[in-house]
């Protein structure tokens, strides 16, 4: 192994200029396998700052009596960036970024690379160039060649992002500008198709309105590593890869499976031909380096071995502060004068604990707050009130674990238990904005937009919906330009660390109609280049899931095979809500809205809801209606309804919610009935409502502890969850009308030899249904309820169906 040598990137202070500042750290040359760096003069602040690091694991680091010690993990081969953090008495922090090689140098950041670009548009063309932000967009200063029919451009460049088009010439020497159909990701404007933003299109047809190409020109000074073949057989556990090493010699190489070493490299790449693989999720890992310490970018694949699709999964949102603290001791919060506005304590341990709960309760996706370190301090927010970003959306560090959830061991701790139990984990990920303390407000201001208010009414419209790609959510949230390249690839290289340092299977997008188109499409290319790897033979999915808050047009221009693979159907949900809270229309126009939702959103897995934690709680809308989240003294707090009204309703909304196309979510909390006025109310901890809530380990124990009012609904919901995952017809069978009046609704669900029969009643009184079975396509025998057990046989033709008032029944077929 080479000792590291190091060099660092200074970073001005994350809180201004009281904050410390970070000094140059002179490029040092190391030797041996632990060095010492001495940071006392690295620094200056008011006193003695205190002084820490965060490291991703390949190299042991500590900061101790001023002085960095560093320890490369045996056999670990590349570079590795650290965060070195000061915190000056008054607890403000300034962060630098600190690269350590395993090698004897540092990477020539200033070398220029060899791009060969080509374009064939299968029509006689004058010319083409290319115009870019390298070439200030001439249209004269890079032509292309015909070469064998193909038109094609060399360009010497630097590393980095560059926006660019294509200018091809027709007969009459009029230029047409378009994108490049070869390029993978892509550049906006700012406020391309704003405010609309219905009307998004990038395909590249001569002259046609199109985002910019992107060119990301990476480092060309190192190994080069590519999948060239990847073939997994589940059937079997067997998985054959071949990797391939150009760009300078390779002096030292790993691969990983599980972290277990293998031997793979044979002076030219790595092949692997493993058979046998158990049940689960494994991981693959591929590294080099160069005589020079110069690594090239790890490979990364991850093998899930079992018969999973994304829409057969139930997804739950885990409030990570809100589920359950680890210890009983919990620390003050931040001073939040909101009484739910605040951390009050739940963290990775204790939703650690909660892992086979939520198992029993047919939990196979798992939803987690954002992981970034978030901001310090309480801030001004509604109802007059402070508030801290206990919620995990004011990220001021893009590369550490947020200290009050748990560190980087214990997220990756959950992340493998989780896996260990089939279960996906899919992480919010916040890149529309991040809060003033963060590093790139700091040092990037250019990637800001200028202030605009996002509650600011201007004709009658809310900055949200009339500029949503530029507002800022709070004015301590500055909102994240990415028509600029370096920002646009920033956010996007920063969501992929975090999929594949800690192996999530997923991310859900936060706020994704305030940003650039260009983002969701960027991070869908990104990933199938660094996870899914399809161009060698790759099937795993990398699942991306929006939250787009807004109608179906504009959640549509979100979708598709280059962009999100799904939204939360917020159309749905509010249908949803009208029907079972509101009583409003009829039990079909929940069929209805389906269908639309459906026509207008094709083959994307989009996932259904019936509330999260924008929204007042179901049980309390229920009860009270939506009260708002001020009191006109502070923050509304809601009680448990009383009656079981409320309940009834919920249950009948869970009824449908788990018998339809889609992945639901559950919002925590939702499986018990929590009450909760809107945002913050509607985040009421997990362990308010359930005594002993540490001893909870199945749905059982959960049932035990809470209300016969809470109980009901959570064996309600795990009834449905497990006869979803046992039964296709209820998530993706052929649905047939069954019975129809306005309070009262049934439907045959039918896949292949699998088939149910799903009623819901919204009336006040109980009903017995008669009615045949071949029309629907069923076959005749016996039906078992799966919210009771209860068990009908047929006669002849014929069926009969009992269902009690605002009840539900779900009949599946035994035989």
């Known amino acids: 192994m080479h000792a590291p040598s190091l060099f660092a990137i200074t970073l001005s202070g994350c809180c201004g200029g009281a904050a410390p500042q970070w000094q140059p750290l002179e490029e040092d040359g190391l030797e041996g396998s632990t060095t010492s760096v001495a940071l006392t003069d690295a620094v200056t602040a008011r006193g003695q700052p205190t002084l820490s690091v965060q490291t991703d694991g390949d190299v042991l680091a500590e900061v101790v009596d001023g002085q960095l010690t560093l ?3 045996p056999g670990w081969v590349g570079t590795s960036e650290l965060t070195l953090v000061a915190e000056d008495r008054c607890g403000k922090r300034s962060t630098t970024k600190l690269a350590v090689h395993s090698g004897s140098g540092p990477t020539d950041a200033s070398s220029t690379c060899v791009v060969d670009l080509s374009f064939d548009d299968g029509r006689d063309l004058l010319g083409v160039a290319v115009a870019g932000s390298f070439n200030d967009w001439s249209t004269e200063q890079d032509p292309m060649e015909l070469q064998d029919g193909v038109w094609r451009r060399q360009l010497q460049l630097p590393p980095g992002a560059y926006p660019y088009k294509l200018v091809a010439f027709d007969d009459f020497g009029q230029p047409l500008w378009t994108c490049d159909p070869s390029a993978d990701t892509i550049h906006c404007d700012d406020g391309y198709i704003e405010p609309a933003q ?35 057989d589940r059937a079997t556990g067997s998985v054959q890869i071949e990797v391939t090493a150009t760009g300078t010699p390779v002096d030292t190489a790993s691969a990983t499976l599980d972290d277990v070493p293998l031997q793979a490299f044979d002076g030219k790449g790595f092949t692997v031909d493993v058979q046998g693989l158990t049940a689960g999720r494994h991981t693959f890992r591929f590294r080099a380096a160069d005589a020079g310490g110069r690594a090239a970018k790890e490979v990364y694949i991850p093998v899930w071995i079992d018969d999973w699709e994304w829409q057969d999964g139930v997804m739950y949102f885990a409030f990570v502060d809100r589920m359950l603290p680890g210890d009983d001791e919990v620390p003050p919060g931040e001073g939040a004068s909101a009484l739910t506005g605040d951390y009050l304590g739940g963290d990775l341990r204790g939703l650690l604990r909660l892992l086979p709960y939520l198992d029993d309760l047919g939990v196979d996706i798992l939803w987690l707050s954002n992981m970034q370190d978030n901001a310090e301090g309480d801030w001004a927010g509604q109802c007059g009130q402070t508030f801290a970003g206990y919620h995990a959306y004011w990220p001021d560090d893009s590369t550490a674990v947020e200290e009050r959830f748990g560190t980087a061991a214990e997220l990756q701790q959950l992340v493998d238990a989780a896996h260990r139990r089939g279960m996906r984990v899919v992480m919010d990920w916040v890149a529309n904005h991040v809060h003033q303390d963060h590093p790139y407000v700091q040092e990037r201001s250019g990637w800001f937009h200028p202030f605009a208010d996002c509650n600011e009414v201007i004709d009658g419209q809310l900055g949200f919906d009339r500029i949503p790609q530029r507002c800022w959510f709070a004015p301590y949230l500055p909102d994240i330009d990415h028509s600029q390249p370096d920002a646009l690839v920033a956010v996007v290289r920063d969501a992929m660390a975090w999929a594949r340092t800690y192996e999530l299977d997923g991310l859900r997008v936060d706020a994704a109609k305030h940003m650039s188109h260009a983002v969701v499409w ?12 399809p161009a060698a033979g790759g099937d795993e999915t990398f699942w991306t899931i929006g939250e787009t808050f807004d109608g179906r047009e504009r959640i549509a221009s979100y979708l598709g095979d280059d962009m999100l693979m799904g939204q939360f159907d917020f159309p749905l949900y509010n249908r949803v809500r009208d029907v079972f ?35 007042v709680r179901f049980v309390t809308e229920a009860a009270q209606g939506d009260l708002g989240a001020c009191d006109g003294e502070g923050i509304r707090v809601a009680e448990v ?22 992945t639901p979510l559950v919002y925590y909390g939702d499986e018990l009935g929590l009450p909760g006025h809107a945002d913050p109310d509607n985040r009421q901890p997990l362990w308010w409502h359930v005594p002993d809530l540490q001893g909870v380990d199945s749905v059982d124990a959960m049932a035990s502890r809470v209300d016969d009012r809470a109980a009901s609904v959570v064996r309600h919901v795990a009834a449905l969850a497990r006869a979803r995952k046992a039964h296709p017809a209820l998530r993706r069978g052929v649905r047939t009308e069954w019975w129809r009046e306005p309070n009262l609704l049934a439907y045959a669900r039918s896949d292949g030899d699998d088939h149910a029969i799903v009623v819901l009643n919204r009336g006040e009184g109980s009903r017995q249904l008669v009615n045949g079975l071949a029309f629907a396509g069923l076959p005749q025998g016996t039906y078992e309820d799966v919210l009771t057990g209860a068990v009908v046989e047929s006669v002849g033709d014929e069926l009969t169906v009992d269902v009690g008032p605002r009840g539900s029944v779900v009949l599946v077929w035994r035989g």
């Not at 590249?204 to 990847?230: I, M, T």
């Not at 809270?581 to 809205?593: I, K, M, P, S």
């Not at 389906?594 to 929204?615: C, E, I, Q, R, Y």
């Not at 009656?643 to 196309?661: H, V």
């Open 71 to 73: 320890t490369p993990q």
């Open 641 to 662: 309804p009383e009656g079981s009204e409320p309940t009834d309703r919920l249950k009948l909304a869970w009824t449908f919610l788990f018998t339809i196309p889609g």
């Open 198 to 232: 219905t009307d998004f299109q990038h395909t590249c047809a001569l002259g046609a309105p199109s985002c910019n190409s992107l060119l990301v020109v990476q480092p060309c000074d190192r190994p080069q590593l590519s999948v060239s073949e990847l073939h997994i």
């Open 581 to 615: 809270v509101r009583d409003a229309g009829e039990l079909n126009d929940l069929l209805v809205d389906l269908d639309t939702s459906k026509a207008t959103f094709g083959s994307s897995t989009m996932s259904p809801f019936l509330g999260n934690h924008d929204v």
């Open 522 to 533: 960027n991070l869908t290319q990104v990933a199938e280049q660094q996870i899914e790897h």
